[in-house]
């Protein structure tokens, strides 16, 4: 039932390696996960293991208003996966209109799969302000902002804490509340990213979710498709990335609670 | 081995059979296997996804001719701007609001007859579902005077902590507590308050510490305002900055 955004206000800031090891983290913790790539770089499937060639995806069938539960597959982990699918940028402009005119070609059927009390959705958004953030933070519980330990990413905290970033307008002050952060590539050894990340945690405050470090073997499991747990789990990141996924267990209903209507 | 075959080829060229292979405690020449291929069996995704790419490309037809070379000036299609083009008033913002389409006209026949009321939407999916983006009103930051103080205001110092912290969605639920790594190592660092020299953060001018780096619990400072300071000091000290300007007692 709850939905774990997992969206950056910024680019290449590793959101969708931390949704998919994030999802592998609830799911280790008993939990029932579903990842679903918002994201037309479809790359979320990569690091299930999903061949490069295999561009099969909900987006592509989404105007014929599938089931998703038959497009759901299912990973060697034992997550649950809803690849974005392939698109040229024809198909997928002509998408986002026609998302424009009927959010609920999106809504509908990601509300049934939400239908399902024991099943914790995480959703891999599109960086920066997109359609699919625009529909989905209104419902989301738990919206996971990426950031860098970097200049570029303090300067967008403005847009989080206004909640532009969100794009929700007068409810703006409401979906912020539920936005936490966490701060990705914190290099120790650098005097640049210990300062941001000292100055965004004195910032941010109990909205810190959390931090990761750099690390080589995050980069690495993704050339290897394998989840950072698989191949490196003593791995600082991979430390770093299961205390995150005990914060956002501990903000959930438990399992069994969530089976109460 | 790669030294093995070259031995074998030589024998046989020379006729002679009786030839072997001494390394005279030299290392071979030849490595033993070729590093490329443990990169490719380390990273799978790497070979799929060149082997992807050129697939990808082959099923492109190449043009027929080379491209233009991107130096040398700009292409033969290239018009440049009339020359009083700076001084043209400008066209005006531009419209981004989402073109509605215009409803179908309805059939004569149906003109005369009262049009039945449209069908309500579900109350669930109408609360649910968000108005369009082009239809949601979004503040639009100021633009801050070029000269102002603010607009010169260091990246970082613009992280102050912020006056009102957004009421946490989760009220059940203990929140996320840093039991090591990376997030711990930066609450300890981010806790010990001083920031580092080169962005220093900036301070009220009230004397009063924001409440974020008050560390005292409220239970003492109310201990010693019954009790009374055993240092003789306020017992609302630890709420002012040290060397600040001095409040009421």
Sequence with gaps: MPLICVAAPKGGVGKTTLAANLAEALHRAGRCVLAIDFDPQNALRLHFGLPVRDGAGFVTELPQRPDWQELVRHTACGVGLLPHGTNDIHAALRLNAALEREPELLLAPLRAMLADPALVVVADLPPGPSHPLHLLAPIADLVVAVLLADATSAALVPEIDSGRFLGTGTMAALHTGRVRVVLNQVDPQSRLSRAVAEALARHLGPRLLGAVCRDEAVAEALAAQHLLHELAPESAAALDIEEIAQGIAALLPAPAEAAVP | ?249
Aim: no cysteine; charged share 10%.
């Design chain 2, 1 to 249: 081995m790669g030294q093995d075959s070259d031995v074998v080829r030589v024998a046989a060229a020379l006729k002679s059979p009786g030839i072997r292979y001494r390394s005279f405690g030299n290392e071979p020449v030849r490595g033993t296997a070729h590093p490329q291929a443990d990169v490719s069996n380390s990273f799978p995704l790497l070979g799929a996804a060149i082997e992807a790419a050129a697939t990808e490309a082959r099923s492109v037809p190449m043009p027929a001719e080379p491209s233009a070379p991107l130096a040398g000036g700009p292409p033969a299609s290239f018009i440049p701007l009339p020359a009083d083009y700076a001084s043209r008033p400008s066209p005006g913002p531009v419209d981004l609001s989402y073109p509605v389409p215009a409803p179908a006209p309805a059939p004569r026949q149906a003109e005369a007859a009262p049009r039945p009321a449209p069908p309500q939407p579900d109350p669930s999916i109408a609360e649910a579902a968000p108005r369009p983006v082009a239809s949601t009103p979004q503040p639009v930051p100021p633009r801050l005077p070029a000269g102002s103080a603010e607009a010169h205001q260091h990246l970082l110092q613009a992280l102050a902590p912020p006056a009102v912290l957004p009421v946490p969605a989760f009220p059940p639920g203990a929140p996320p507590q840093a039991t090591g790594g990376t997030l711990a190592a930066l609450l300890g660092a981010a806790a010990q308050g001083v920031p580092q020299a080169p962005w220093p953060s900036p301070l009220p001018d009230s004397g009063l510490l924001p409440a974020a780096q008050v560390t005292l619990p409220l239970s003492e400072v109310m201990r010693l305002v019954a009790t009374g300071s055993p240092s003789g000091k306020s017992p609302f000290a630890a709420f002012r900055i040290a060397g600040g300007r001095a409040g009421p007692q």
